[in-house]
């Protein structure tokens, strides 16, 4: 791809951004300045276009913004909203809750019901309940160690699991070593952190034969690294070597949830000693959940008797509120079904196949890897196979270009990466026009 070619590309479709926004322009000018930055949350910079977007209404798969801009969402929050954006039953649900309090630190009916469908859904576990995924996997940790009495997470380079402190490791010429980037990191994570790579069973090992990790904490699949997907015997073996050198092992499935009912451990027969989910479980209210196995609870009740009274170090004051088990149990119950997910995964599978058709009909070097529906084209050959590889797969001024060039079409995807969720409301014709959009830019880059 020449360069010349591809700077005068992007400048272009940043011009037609803001072209087509002068009423967000303005209004961002005039009440931006009392955020840090500009932004109320430092990643909104990171979107890729010259200025944010304002958004004044969601509805289904669909974003209107400031300016009157309609837009077919394949962003969906990256994942917060993968069932379409207020589904009935949850925002339904919300209104009837807002007539009996928001918070309360007491437990509802609802909360039980709740339990009973997580297990339902989810299998085995004793669950709690925390506000983001983040929180969820902290929490998670602790019991681990607790259990355990051991002191290190082993995660994998280039995971990712929310901004929890111990995973923020990464491969330095194969050493484990805090990430570059890190605002004010003072403590040593590798006093509490090791990593190795995907798929790499042997490193995993390596790590376990020290008698340091408490928990392997890994996605099922790494959709935080472009997308990774494991190797035939990667988790079974994974669960084997945790079993082995009793370590716990933590599925991470905040964004595999794409992968079906039940999430990939669901649909591939996993077998986690804690199962982590967040984002979208609650239809887009902010809620995680964590499970553990009822004999790893047994380990941790041991644990908790005898601990000193004091601070436990887990859970936040909002957490578990009456709001949250109303939509956590709306979403189990009426949108987290086997239908939505068969629509989701039939309209992932039309977006993935035409995105290829496109890949090849421009001759890319590139490739296009579904996870349920979760669809992520990758701007280099594949398969990738771990996080190094995953890292070098990225073209940063070429995606960036590719996004805005796909909001001046009409659809939006998640930032940071290339990925694009169908929802159980999104229309074939939406898909359609994602598919035309990328043909459209593709037919040009690649002129
Ligand atoms: N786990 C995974 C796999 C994630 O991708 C993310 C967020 N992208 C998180 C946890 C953290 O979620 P949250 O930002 O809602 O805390």
Redesign the pocket.
Known sequence: MNRTHLDVFARREADAYALARPLTQARLERGASEYLDGVPMHWMKDWPMPFPMLVTKATEAKLTDYDGNRLDDFCLG???SMFGHSPDPVAKAIRKQAENGLTYMLPTTAALEAGRLLTQRFGDFKWQIAT????A?RFALRVARAVTGRPKVLVFNGC????VDDTMVELQNGITAARQGLVGQVADLTATAACAEFNDLTSVEDQLKTGQIAAILT?PVM??SCMVLPDDGFLTGLRELATQYGALLII?E??TISSGLGGYTGVHGLDPDIF?V??CVAGGMPT?VWGLRPAIAERFKEYDAQRPAGHSGMGTTLSANPMQFACLRATLSDVMTPENYALMEAGAARLAAGLQLVIQKYEAPWHVVRVGARVEFICAPGPLRNGTEAAAAHVPLVEAAIHTALLNRGCLIAPFHNMMLVSPVTKKKQIDRLIAAFDDILSDLFA
């Open positions: 990256d994942t917060g983001t995924a983040t929180d996997n990712y699991h929310g901004t996605e959709t935080n991470d905040t964004h982590v967040g984002k995680a």
